[in-house]
């Protein structure tokens, strides 16, 4: 899941969700006991579920990302099949360095 500078989508945008879950979430639990606020949508605080469901999302994204990092690094490139088409390919073309 990393592009060409090797840093992780899963991170900024799991930070983006953790961020606005908690802050989502925090407002439902401030405004808890308004209950006009929440008549429409039939007492339920939307606000409070949203934000956690972004809040649980966010986390999910994190440790999958730092779950990744882990992996990745316990691995040379030469071991994954990848790594052992590209290590193919550079010796075709001659790219190999010394």
Same mark, same amino acid.
């Given at each position: 899941m990393s592009g #060409?500078? %090797? *840093? !992780?989508? =899963?991170?900024? *945008? %799991? /930070?983006?969700?953790?961020?606005? %879950? $908690? *802050?989502l979430a925090g407002y439902g639990l401030a405004t808890a006991s308004d209950t006009a606020r929440y008549e429409p949508s039939l007492s339920v605080n939307i606000n409070l @579920?949203? %934000?956690l469901v972004m809040l649980a999302f966010g986390v999910v994204l $994190? $440790? $999958? /990302? @730092? =779950?990744? =990092? /882990? #992996?990745? /690094? !316990? =691995?040379? #490139? +030469? +071991?994954t099949p990848e790594g052992r088409l590209t290590e193919q390919r550079e010796h075709v073309l001659g790219l190999e360095k010394d």
């Open positions: #060409a500078t %090797g *840093i !992780d989508v =899963r991170y900024p *945008i %799991g /930070a983006l969700f953790t961020v606005l %879950g $908690l *802050i @579920w949203w %934000g $994190l $440790l $999958l /990302a @730092w =779950r990744s =990092r /882990a #992996a990745s /690094a !316990d =691995r040379p #490139a +030469e +071991e």
